[in-house]
């Protein structure tokens, strides 16, 4: 088997891990009320359940991290699922911001000052990498969901 | 028309039996991706080369020995009403499995046509299965097909006709060891001999007996060659024959999968990669928690500008009819009652649909069946299975076809349990009192608020479980067995279809029993209490404590006081046991939504009710009697209505009592008044 293959799936998971787990946390840490002062610069609102899961998705990377740097081959599931769970994620935030922008033309008024922008979530652009990830490995995606190469 | 034949399709769970169903009728029945979705026969019809079939479609079952409730149905209908054709639908992605019912429906003598579905998925794998070579060694004629799409049916119903045709008995093709045929045929002396089993195949009849299959030894015990039987079946140790049989069935079964397919295993799929992460013992609930608010937030958040268009049409209406109707009692029938009702129901339509779309996701992707997986381990420690979540799920949707589903619980204790705790499951129809109140008074935290309450119910529903458990309804807990279905994509179209036939009930209602309740609101609310001397319908009685429903609702206002309700709400929730949502209605008739410039959520915001009042309400309105359609399909499935009235109380008292603590806690402490 080839180890480079492997290698990207845990550097990528290690990143995304990271920064998804910060990122969650930093939702939890702003709807606790307290202000982290990220809010304005990274679009992170109060938002504890939202943080909640997005943490959860970075766990998901870096427990696959920690199975692949114990060889387990198998924990690059992990990595491929929590490219799932984050697109997923990402779409439910983009439904959202649509929402809100159609609502912004139905309602006009309880919209004023309003911008598109403030629907942006760290959700989103976060999940933009796993979208990435997800294009340059979709070799690897086959009709049958996803599926590896190697035996277990 | 020449001919008409019953058709009955059969097969394990989870096999695509209600697709062919719908394929071959055009119905629209149930389908999902988890086994146990059909709990009860459904029939349609089909014309085919003229010949009319009555086709049947069945619950899956993994054996003739049925266990559960919807396994009995199934098994009932082959054996007792002897259907002209049995198809026994296979999913030849798992053939081993599914040919062991093939088996015992050899053996039963049915006349047998095996549909292999799945043949897509079969080809995806890579696997070859030879079907003449199957239908050869079977002596049963092999059809592919692929349910979801409708490819193949009709080959399927041209095999189904040739062989309704042809006369010949196939079966008995199995061979057992020596004793066993000995026993066997012992057996079967006896049971030919005696009318009593006339209605039964003697050769599967004698090999039942031999498995020792509780509910056909019952029916032996009825008849008089009973003591023969007896005195065959206490020579020899029940145990090992019953695993002899199935392994010399799975050994037969073996051998000709050897010399139809090549099977290749050792390979991780796909699905099994997504297992081994939503499964995992640490991950599998936190994700599961994550998912349940992903689908939470699109249900509740994206439907914001679909609800404000509805609102701004409904409000646009009643001011074109008030300002076109000069008939006093007429315009407020039309604007009070009606639109003001009927509307403040129907701007959740949006909410519903979404509910459903993201319920149907969820079944149709298989990960529902991974749900019960990973709540086994907190389900076990109340003392019920895994299995007993998929209906809490399901309740999301709709307590009704829930409760229909703890069929498939085999311990009837447990399934009781589950019946009963299933109402406490926040349901579509509860989903408007939430958005209603927690829109008007929680503003920002309203998604926290509303989602607190759906874990609330989950959390009630687990503690009485566990409550009825350990006193009135103690047992042991069972072994937990259940099948992970395959991971598929689903499809726009099935997530379409099935919002669709959800949005349809929901506009039914709204059309019929809610337009009722609010129509019977607004008279009561606008006759005058006999003697008062007060008109009909006019300012200073309707809606006034000198209307018949006021008089109604101070009557029983004492019973909710300490909860903080005035009579208006009385009245609301009373209603409310014939639907739900009837509760918003009847609010929405009572505060004046029709003539106020605000909606209801604004009228109740701006004062007509305390936050507080607000937030007991909707925990009340969460456990208290569930609606009418409800409590019929409690006494149903119970069969009793001890048990029935049993739920009833025992709701009605615990949202009683949390209602209280909450307004009582909330106003001493001078929280959200
Ligand atoms: N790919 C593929 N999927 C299918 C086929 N037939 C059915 N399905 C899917 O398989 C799942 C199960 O289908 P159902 O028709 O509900 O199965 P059932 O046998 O009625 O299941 P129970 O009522 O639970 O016993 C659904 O998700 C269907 O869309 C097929 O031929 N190919
Ligand atoms: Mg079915």
Redesign the interface.
Known sequence: MNYSYQKKEALFAALAGVLYVISGTLHIVEGLGADTGFAALLFVQAD???G??LA??G??FL??LLEMRRGIK?G???A???I??SI??MA?YL??M???L??SF??PGDYEGWNIMESLRPGIYLGLLSLMAAFSWKGR????????RE?? | MAEKIIVALAGNPNVGKTSIFNAITGSKQHVGNWPGVTVEKKMGKRVHSDVEMEVVDLPGTYSLTAYSLDEIVARDFIIEEKPDIVVQVVDGTNLERNLYLTTQLMELGVKLVIALNMSDLVLSKGVHIDEAKMQEYLEVPVVSTIGSTGNGIHGLLDTIIERSSDKRVYGNTFDYEEDIEVRAEELEMILEKDPYFAHYPSRWFSLKLLEGDENILRKARGSESYPKIKNVLDNLDPDSFESRIADQRYGTIQFMLRQVCDINTSHLSGSDMVDRVVTNKYLGIPIFLSLMWAAFEVTFTFATPFMNMIDIFFAWLGEVTVSLISTDWLSSLIGEGIIAGVGSVLIFLPNILLLFFMLSIMEDSGYISRAAFIMDRVMSRIGLHGKSFIPLIMGFGCNVPAIMATRTIEDSRDRLITILVTPFISCGARLPVYVLLAGAFFGRDAGVVIFSLYALGILVALLSAKLMRGTVLRGEDAPFIMELPEYRIPTLRSGIIHMWERGKIYLKKAGGIILLGVVGVWLLASIPVPGSGGQFASGDIYGTTSSLLGAIGMLIEPLVAPLGFDWRIAVALLFGVVAKEIVVGSMGVLYGAGTNEENLAGILAAGAMSPLVGLGLMVFVLLYVPCFACIGVIKRETGSWKWTLFQLFYGTGLAWGLAFLVYQTGSRIGLLS
Do not use: H, Q, R, T
């Not at chain 1, 995606?141 to 590896?148: E, K």
């Open positions: 504890i359940l939202g909640f899961c959860v998705i766990m998901v427990y696959g198998a690059m599931s992990f491929y699922v929590g799932l769970l997923i994620f439910v439904l959202i649509g929402g809100n159609l609502d139905i309602v995606f086959s009709s049958n969901g996803i599926s590896v035996e277990v």
